[in-house]
């Protein structure tokens, strides 16, 4: 597949499978209006989290959204871990940690997690992988603002060459089929650059106001239409819908799927 608007210069470029996956009010809030780490989703949206690991490669999660929850989401259920050892792939998907600092909390619960870590800086931020990362992949400059707070105020352009280049390069390692956890300045970062394939939400029958919405206020490019591919009550009065594009986004790898 091609990435829309990555620069001719660059040639086609294979990216990967990338699904959104938040679970939020009626209202469309993450978080209360004090803000803090969402307490959203019960027991039925657990699972389906974990269905969403399961199918998942990688993990992006912003590092505002890991200093506030102190750790990533992690596959418990014994029949999708014994799903994944029978495909011949780990127990857990890859934590991308996209910090515009390249700096977390080492004393961090994560750090202590059962999971592979990479981090995803801006070229600058760290010339090797600090201290608990595995890996470091690095943003070109074009790219700095869209873990930050800058990104409401100047929004991500389609020319924009940082994050194609970058999901090139998870692809080409593997990485075919990437959740995207959040935080919101990332959501709609990807989302402004076309890059995102899929929504996953689950919707909790709550309304809580405020101002923490899954997606900032800055206007996204008209970038068609999203057709439905599953919705599903999920017990506790939550509903479970997913979306995907018509034309299988921009970030089809071959045989990434859709499923589960």
């Known amino acids: 597949?091609?990435?829309?608007?990555?620069?001719?210069?660059?040639?086609?470029?294979?990216?990967?499978?990338?699904?959104?996956?938040l679970a939020v009010s009626l209202d469309g809030r993450l978080a209360p209006p004090e803000?803090?780490?969402?307490?959203?989703?019960?027991?039925?949206?657990?699972?389906?989290?974990?269905?969403?690991?399961?199918?998942?490669?990688?993990?992006?999660i912003g590092a505002q959204t890991l200093r506030l929850h102190g750790s990533t989401c992690l596959i418990r259920q014994a029949d999708l871990l014994e799903r994944r050892r029978l495909q011949g792939r780990p127990p857990q998907p890859w934590a991308l940690a996209v910090s515009r600092s390249g700096w977390l909390d080492p004393q961090l619960p994560f750090f202590h997690q059962p999971v592979r870590r990479a981090l995803v800086a801006p070229a600058g931020a760290s010339s090797s992988p600090p201290l608990g990362f595995e890996r470091l992949w690095t943003l070109p400059p074009d790219a700095e603002p869209l873990a930050g707070s800058a990104a409401e105020a100047n929004p991500p352009q389609a020319g924009s060459r940082g994050w194609p280049g970058l999901l090139a390069a998870l692809a080409a390692e593997g990485m075919d089929?990437?959740?995207?956890?959040?935080?919101?300045?990332?959501?709609?970062?990807?989302?402004?650059?076309?890059?995102?394939?899929?929504?996953q939400l689950t919707l909790v029958p709550r309304l809580l106001g405020g101002a923490h919405s899954w997606l900032p206020l800055a206007p996204l490019p008209a970038a068609g239409r999203w057709q439905l591919e599953e919705s599903r009550p999920l017990g506790q009065g939550e509903l479970l819908v997913r979306y995907g594009r018509p034309n299988g986004g921009t970030g089809s790898a071959p045989g990434a799927g859709t499923g589960p």
């Open 177 to 199: 089929r990437l959740l995207l956890l959040g935080g919101a300045r990332l959501a709609a970062s990807l989302l402004a650059l076309d890059l995102v394939d899929g929504l």
């Open 35 to 60: 803000g803090g780490a969402a307490q959203l989703g019960g027991a039925g949206d657990r699972r389906a989290l974990e269905e969403a690991l399961a199918w998942a490669d990688g993990c992006l």
């Open 1 to 21: 597949m091609s990435a829309a608007g990555a620069g001719s210069d660059l040639g086609p470029l294979r990216l990967p499978q990338v699904r959104l996956v």
